[in-house]
């Protein structure tokens, strides 16, 4: 079941979680909660190979604009550009 025995990134141990995963098709998004292995060292999420085919799935039906099996949940948004320019300020 587990794929992974260890962080591919760091190495560190890790734990089975239910944590929220925020998929992106075309200008949709969609939330789901799933399990995910996660790196008690370095926070890593890592996935088993059916959840990626899954996530995918859920990708092609935000693109094609196919809402069944999902909720609506509120609206999102993407901030205007001057917010994110603010931020970065130039050193002189
Ligand atoms: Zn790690």
Redesign the pocket.
Known sequence: MNPFE???????E?REKEVEKLLRGGDHTASLRIIAEV??????HLYAEETVRKFERIRNKLRRQDFSDFKPLGQSFSVERHWTDKAVQPTT
């Open positions: 260890k962080c591919p990134v760091c190495g560190g890790l790196c008690l060292h370095c926070g890593e």
